[in-house]
Every structure is written in structure tokens, then in C-alpha cells.
DNA sequence: CAGTAATTTCTGTTGTAACAGAACTGTCAG
DNA sequence: CTGACAGTTCTGTTACAACAGAAATTACTG
């Protein structure tokens, strides 16, 4: 794996430009994106040469992608250096994505907006029309984050069977009108 | 609304360090918040001082929301200056978004994915296992963004019966195992 | 067809995250 | 205890997006 062939390095490269947009320091993405395609753990030495970065930034980013808990720390027999390795299962993956950024952007969002209301509530300096808007807002969130807590223990086949049925599915759950 | 109450000021800071982690500009995101709270249109001038940020960077940034469609230019009777206003309605608001950013983001990771699949399967000096990653995660992309096609069609209040359903709506839809 | 106001575009500056390389720490073998 | 290697942390540099201010453009108005 230390030379990469043209379409792993173009879905590295690709990987990386995607995170950037979402947030994600691209070095982080790329060395996941590699860690993803791996079919064996990789010591970080390895993943620096693959790469052409810095070993120090390996270090750093092997630590935050580990702090996702999409990475993880497993040791070869016979060979004392870490060695790192990405989950396989992309739907896992990507449920504990969305709970971490749920976790660390979400949350928090809801825990202002709730806080802006009450105090919005309070001193009237605050016009109504504001306190209107954060209202809506939080009622947004609240409800999608319920929902997403729903979504997210189906398992993975039934999105695809979802899928399927179509228009169906409203039906079947008597949601009709707005 | 030149000078914010405490409580704005807030959620419109919150609202720009929330940009950043997703990508957007934090002078975009506090503008957005501004004019979203705003129960009038305001024009730039009042933008960049209430904001404190230079004019012409309150220009580029309109043109951004623009761009994404959730901030529209209109015209105020006796006032020649243009004015500009957000949409209001949260559900419509995220739906634009989550759209927009599946054209620029999702659907050109899917072109690449499906060129690189296509690609390995014909030389061959892409192993085997680089492809099934490669399949997996065409897979989930696929199936995310058909699902999310539908579910955007529901009316919003769609959403809060279906959580209000809780459990019993896998078992409405006849969606059991994995 | 000036002259003014509004807006956009251009250009140079700045602040910050990302980074490389060095220094440091820890671990183990002999 | 010493040397070699792996890994982390620190420090200075760099690259780039974000930005302010100036210049240019556009749209009116009398």
C-alpha cells in the first residue's frame, strides 16, 4: 500500500476535498480514506510515506479520527509498532458520525436556543418577532434530532426496504395532509 | 435593529461559529442569522455596521446567500438601496440547504465513485478489495439519497407524526429484521 | 450630461489553521 | 545503563481563506 494505484489515489484525493467542505481538516480525511480502503492495519510511518505528509501530522490526525471513534489502535504479532485500522461497515460509520456531530454541534445549538428563549422571555429589550423566530427554530431541531433518534436504530436493510415502498410509506403511516 | 439586544447577539455569534464547523463562512452564517431574525429587510450599509464588518465583505457574502437561495433581494417603496431578507420558514430553509448541498457535494461523490468502480473493474492494478469498499459506500450514498428524496416530500408536519408514532411506525411499514 | 449614491470588483493585508521538522518522552533489548 | 526506535508535543513557517479599503462600475437625478 505504500504506492497507491490512480483510482485509490483519486478517491483519496477526492475524500479529502469532501471533508474540507464538511468541516474536516483534509490531511484527517485523506489518512480515513486510506485507513478505509486498507485491507490491513497500517503503522503510521506507512501511512505518512503514502501519503507525503509529515509523520507528526499523522500522529495528530490518526489521534482526532480516533477521537471520532471511526479509527481505531490494533497491534500486528511480531511487530511493536501501533498500527491503525478504519471500520468497515459505512452505515456504522456514518450513524456514529451524525451522533458525534449531533453530540458536539447540536446539542449545543438547542442548549442556546433554549437559553436565548428564556431569557428572551424575561427582559422584553428582546422584541417578540426574535423570540418568534428562535422559537421556530428550536422547534426544528428538537424535531428532527427525535426523529434522526428514531431513524438511526432501524436497521440498515430498512432504509433500502423504505426505499422501496415508495410513496407507500406514507400511507401505511397514515401521514397525509400537513 | 442597528444596535442587537444581548439575546441576538448571541444567537447570531452562535449561528457563525456553527458555519465555520460545517463549512460555511462565519461572516455568511451571521448575516444569514441576522436577517433571519430581522422582521424586516435590511439593506447592506445597516448589515455591515451592525456586524462590524466591512462592506464590501457584507457584498460577497449576499451574493453567497443568494446563491444558495435562501436570502433574496427585494425592494423597499421610496428607498432606492437594495434590501435583502431570509426565508423564514425553517423547514423550507433546511430543505434548500440539504439540497443544494447534495448537488455540490453528493452527487459529484457519486460521479467519482462510480468512475472509480468502473475503472477498477477494468485494469486490474486495483485490488480487489479497494472496489468492494468502493461498492459499499456507492451503496450507502445510493440508498441515502433516495430515501432522503422521498422523505424531503413529506409536509413538515409529517415529521412530528411520524416521531409521535415512535416505535410503531418500523412495524406500519412492515420493516422488521435487518 | 455632470454629479451623487449604491454596489461590485479588485488588490493588498491579516489572521488562522495546517503543517514540517526538531526536540522530547517513553519503551524495550541487550 | 545505553542505544535504537516509536510516538508525541512543541515551535516556527507556510498557505490560504477571509477580510478591509480603494478603485471601478452601475444606476439614478436634476
Chains 1, 2 share one sequence.
Not at 136 to 157: C, I, K
Amino acid at each position: 500500500m505504500t504506492t497507491l494505484s490512480p483510482v485509490q489515489q483519486r478517491f483519496i484525493l477526492h475524500w479529502g476535498e469532501m471533508g474540507t467542505r464538511w468541516g474536516i481538516n483534509r490531511t484527517v480525511a485523506q489518512i480515513h480514506a486510506l485507513l478505509f480502503l486498507s485491507p490491513t492495519p497500517l503503522p503510521a510511518e506507512t501511512i505518512a510515506e503514502t501519503l507525503g505528509v509529515a509523520r507528526s501530522n499523522v500522529s495528530t490526525s490518526l489521534k482526532e479520527l480516533q477521537g471520532w471513534g471511526i479509527v481505531k489502535l490494533v497491534h500486528i504479532l511480531g511487530d511493536k509498532r501501533d498500527h491503525f485500522e478504519s471500520m468497515k461497515d459505512v452505515w456504522q460509520m456514518f450513524r456514529i458520525v451524525l451522533d458525534e456531530r449531533k453530540r458536539r454541534e447540536i446539542d449545543p445549538t438547542l442548549a442556546v436556543l433554549r437559553e436565548c428563549i428564556a431569557e428572551a422571555e424575561e427582559d422584553k429589550e428582546t422584541d417578540e418577532y426574535t423570540e418568534d423566530r428562535l422559537r421556530d427554530l428550536h422547534g426544528f431541531f428538537e424535531t428532527t434530532t427525535a426523529w434522526y433518534a428514531q431513524v438511526r436504530q432501524w436497521p440498515s436493510g430498512a432504509l433500502t426496504k423504505f426505499v422501496k415502498l415508495g410513496a407507500k410509506a406514507r400511507n401505511l403511516l397514515g401521514i397525509t395532509g400537513g
